[in-house]
Structures are given as C-alpha cells and as structure tokens.
C-alpha cells in the first residue's frame, strides 16, 4: 500500500484545514487507518484513526477533528476545526493490515511521507 498525505499549509489560530490521505496499491475499506502527528523536537503522537467500528481521537482533538473515510476513492480524511498553535506538527497517515484499532505507531505497517500544517497564533 502507498499512502500519500495532503493538505497541510498555514492557518491562523481558530482556521480549519482539511488532510488527505489517498490509497493505492489495494483497497483500505478493512484496514484501521490513522493519523499521527510529530512536532519539532517530540515523539510521533497518535491523533485520530478509523475503524469499521468506529472513530477514536487523542483527548486533546477530540471535538475539533473528525477523521472519516471515503472507499469508492480509497481516501481518509482528517477535518481540523479550531485549530491551536499547539497542532502545529507534520500529520501522517497510516494504515494498518488489520481492521482492529490501534493507538501505538509501532502497529501499523504503512505510512505517507506526512504533511505540514502550521498554525499561527
């Protein structure tokens, strides 16, 4: 699977943005998809992921992200609402061979090359 992530940019505090995630190689509507952050100087951070059963987010987006999927354009989306300087990382996207949820970056076995988004206060 090659996943590639766009959609990253600049936007001040409180702006939206949008990230893709496009898949190709082989279908992803039963695999766990996920997104995971890295900002300078830290570990790379679990933010959202999707699921047959569901959708799970990292206490600090909950509220403001809304991870979904499309399966016809083998497509996963991160919607960014109300954004913090705080977000500011490179997003990746990821998938998993499994369909079952996992937080841990270690569990999943394709990644993008990752995003920009930087956010202004």
């Known amino acids: 699977v090659q996943l590639q992530a766009s959609g990253g940019g600049l936007v001040q505090a409180g702006g939206s943005l949008r990230l893709s995630c496009a898949a190709s190689?082989?279908?992803?509507?039963?695999?766990?998809m996920g997104w995971f952050r890295q900002a300078p100087g830290k570990e790379r951070e679990f933010v959202a992921a999707i699921t047959r059963g569901g959708t799970y987010y990292v206490d600090t987006v909950k509220g403001r992200f809304t991870i979904s999927r499309d399966n016809i354009k083998n497509t996963v989306h991160l919607q960014m609402n109300s954004l913090k300087p705080e977000d500011t990382a490179i997003y990746y996207c990821?998938?998993?061979?499994?369909?079952?949820?996992?937080?841990?970056?270690?569990?999943?076995?394709?990644w993008g090359q990752g995003t920009l988004v930087t956010v202004s206060s």
């Open positions: 990821a998938a998993r061979s499994s369909p079952y949820l996992s937080r841990q970056r270690d569990e999943y076995d394709y």
């Open positions: 190689g082989r279908t992803i509507s039963s695999s766990a």
